[in-house]
C-alpha cells in the first residue's frame, strides 16, 4: 500500500531555509507514469502548488517560487526533499508531499505536515 | 497564471439533496480540471481528473461536467461523508503549473 510520508522541522526562523523530506513507501519511486510533489496550504493562500521532480531529476517549479525552491530524489532512499530558502511569515503553511500522475493529478498525498516560520 | 474561481464559497445542503458546484477557469484549460474532496485533518483526494471521470474508488454519485472554463460537480444524494471542502484544480499547461481554486465548503443546512 503507497505510503507517503512528511519529515522536517515544524518551526522555522525568518530568512532561514525551510527543508522537507517525502519518503515513499509501498511503491517504487522510478514507475515512469508519476512526478513526485510539493503542495502547500495556508488560510491566506489556499492550496499552492511549489513544484515537482521526476525519478531523473528533471523539475518543474512554480514561478512565483522557483527563485527559492530546489527539489531533489533521492531513489535509492526512495526519497525527494524540499528546500525552500528566505522564509517568512508568509511560507507558514501545511506542506503535503503527493504522488503527481503524468505531471497534472495528485492522486495520493501524504499527511501534511504544519511548518511555521517564526523567530 | 490561469487563475481558478469557485461558487459559492458556502454551499448548505440537507443530507440526501443534490449540491452543486461551480468552478470557472480565466481562460481555457479545455478538459483538463481536476475535483478534490478535503475533510478536516486530512490531505485532499482526487475525486474527478479529465473534467468527468471519477477516480479510482469514487462513488456514481459523483460527477463532473464541463469543458473550457466552466465546470461543474454535482452530488447527487449527499451522504453524511460528504461534508467537506471541495476544490477544482487545472492542468492545462505544459511545463507543469497546477493552479487550484478557493473551494467550496459543503455544510449542513
Known amino acids: 500500500q503507497l505510503q507517503l510520508q512528511e519529515s522536517g522541522p515544524g518551526l522555522v526562523k525568518p530568512s532561514e531555509t525551510l527543508s522537507l523530506t517525502c519518503t515513499v513507501s509501498g511503491a517504487s519511486i522510478s514507475s515512469g507514469s508519476y512526478y513526485w510533489g510539493w503542495i502547500r496550504q495556508s488560510p491566506r493562500k489556499g492550496l499552492e502548488w511549489i513544484g515537482l521532480?521526476?525519478?531523473?531529476?528533471?523539475?518543474h517549479y512554480n514561478p512565483s517560487l522557483k527563485s527559492r525552491v530546489t527539489m531533489s530524489v533521492d531513489t535509492s532512499k526512495k526519497q525527494y526533499s524540499l528546500k525552500l530558502t528566505s522564509v517568512t511569515a508568509a511560507d507558514t503553511a501545511v506542506y503535503y508531499c503527493a504522488r503527481i500522475y503524468g505531471a497534472n493529478l495528485g492522486d495520493f498525498w501524504g499527511q501534511g505536515t504544519l511548518v511555521t516560520v517564526s523567530s | 497564471e490561469i487563475v481558478m474561481t469557485q461558487s459559492p464559497a458556502t454551499l448548505s445542503v440537507s443530507p440526501g439533496e443534490r449540491a452543486t458546484l461551480s468552478c470557472r477557469a480565466s481562460?481555457?484549460?479545455?478538459?483538463?480540471l481536476a475535483w478534490y474532496q478535503q475533510k478536516p485533518g486530512q490531505a485532499p483526494r482526487l475525486l474527478i481528473h479529465g473534467a468527468s471521470t471519477r477516480a479510482t474508488g469514487i462513488p456514481a454519485r459523483f460527477s463532473g461536467s464541463g469543458f473550457g472554463t466552466e465546470f461543474t460537480l454535482t452530488i447527487s444524494s449527499l451522504q453524511s461523508e460528504d461534508f467537506a471542502i471541495y476544490y477544482c484544480?487545472?492542468?492545462?499547461?505544459?511545463?507543469?503549473?497546477?493552479?487550484f481554486g478557493g473551494g467550496t465548503n459543503v455544510e449542513v443546512k
Open positions: 481562460q481555457s484549460v479545455s478538459s483538463n
Open positions: 521532480i521526476y525519478h531523473n531529476g528533471n523539475s
Open positions: 484544480q487545472q492542468y492545462n499547461n505544459w511545463p507543469p503549473a497546477l493552479t
